[in-house]
Nanobody, 124 residues
């Protein structure tokens, strides 16, 4: 069981990035994939999630008009499309997978059993 994030980079404010989270060893169809981020000196926060069972998506208020989570064309890959990036989006971004997620549970990191190593996003 493994999760690997990719796509992190350094960009200027207002730019865009697309992160990918590719998993192996999962029965993807009944999993929830969440994207979290952690900036230096701050707590990890959930920013988006998607439940493969019904395609429902969830977003933090800070990103809901700028970020989009979805299934990629590559099998078992979830992407996070980020646009209109701001300096406050600078953080290490992690993807995680667990069981079902709901509008009230998706932000809880303890609900996710598997985590990737993270990919750095820097906005200047």
């Amino acid at each position: 069981v493994q999760l690997v994030e990719s796509g992190g980079d350094s960009v200027q404010a207002g730019g865009s990035l697309k992160l990918a989270c590719t998993g192996s060893g999962f029965d993807y169809s009944r999993t929830c994939t969440g994207w979290f981020r952690q900036a230096p000196g701050k707590e990890r926060e959930g920013i988006a999630a998607i439940y493969a069972g019904d395609g429902r998506t969830y977003y933090a208020d800070s990103v809901k008009t700028r970020f989009s989570i979805g299934e990629d064309n590559v099998k078992n890959t979830i992407h996070l499309q980020m646009s209109s990036l701001k300096s406050e989006d600078t953080a290490m971004y992690y993807c995680a997978r667990g069981g079902s997620c709901t509008s009230t549970s998706w932000k809880a990191s303890e609900k996710y059993s598997y985590w990737g190593q993270g990919t750095q996003v820097t906005v200047s």
